[in-house]
């Protein structure tokens, strides 16, 4: 495992754990669940793009935690889509109102 996926996934366990979740991962799956909430974790450098939030949602994802942010596109959706909480190291951007 290169030393970026291990600093990942040291990342999810570390939020998994801190809401009170066991981590999942895995291709395909959400990083954790926390009350039946499906959550993606991302620790990238840079800020995560509107597809990917796009693809969360359609993956069922409630909660997306990024420690580097959203672009302005992502964070647009999120608020028009209304379906979805986006979390900023540790403070709610846009928060899911369905």
Do not use: H
């Amino acid at each position: 495992m290169r030393e970026a996926q291990k600093r990942g996934y040291g990342y999810e366990k570390q939020q998994a754990y801190k809401r009170g979740a066991k981590p999942m991962g895995g291709p395909g799956k959400p990083d954790f669940k926390e009350e039946s909430r499906k959550t993606e974790v991302k620790n990238w450098k840079n800020l995560v793009p509107r597809p990917v939030v796009v693809k969360a949602v359609r993956k069922g994802v409630k909660k997306f935690i990024s420690k580097s942010g959203f672009t302005e596109p992502a964070v647009d959706y999120a608020k028009e889509n209304k379906k979805i909480t986006l979390i900023k190291k540790g403070k709610i951007v846009v928060k899911r109102t369905k």
